[in-house]
Nanobody, 124 residues
Framework: QVQLVESGGGLVQPGGSLRLSCAAS????????MGWFRQAPGKEREFVAA????????YYADSVKGRFTISRDNAKNTEYLQMNSLKPEDTALYYC?????????????????WGRGTQVTVSP
């Protein structure tokens, strides 16, 4: 059974940092592009970042470029999202997702496996 479990969310002040983790089991991780998405209340789920199986290729939404870094440790079946210089508009439920494909994509409809999310709140 495929499982993706996010952790690391919390409450942080503007300008602060958080590191999200996503532990994967089953075929969700192997040879797969992995991504992070987020959804704020009343808004659609939006792409944050994606990373290739090798970790060489990464892709970011313009809104987080230069502030967030996606990475993965294939030996641990874990991907990460380092978030720096956080802003109130980064507040959302953050989801880990598995593509089950080697093709990079920012479309949530292209991702097959999803975690339940971890809440990130940026507030003074």
């Amino acid at each position: 059974q495929v499982q993706l479990v996010e952790s690391g969310g919390g409450l942080v002040q503007p300008g602060g940092s958080l590191r999200l983790s996503c532990a994967a089991s089953g075929r969700a991780f192997t040879n797969s592009v992995m991504g992070w998405f987020r959804q704020a209340p009343g808004k659609e789920r939006e792409f944050v970042a994606a990373i290739s199986w090798s970790g060489i290729m990464t892709y970011y939404a313009d809104s987080v470029k230069g502030r967030f870094t996606i990475s993965r440790d294939n030996a641990k079946n874990t991907e990460y999202l380092q978030m720096n210089s956080l802003k109130p508009e980064d507040t959302a439920l953050y989801y880990c997702a598995g593509r089950r494909s080697s093709v990079m994509s920012s479309d949530p409809g292209d991702y097959y496996d999803w975690g339940r999310g971890t809440q990130v709140t940026v507030s003074p």
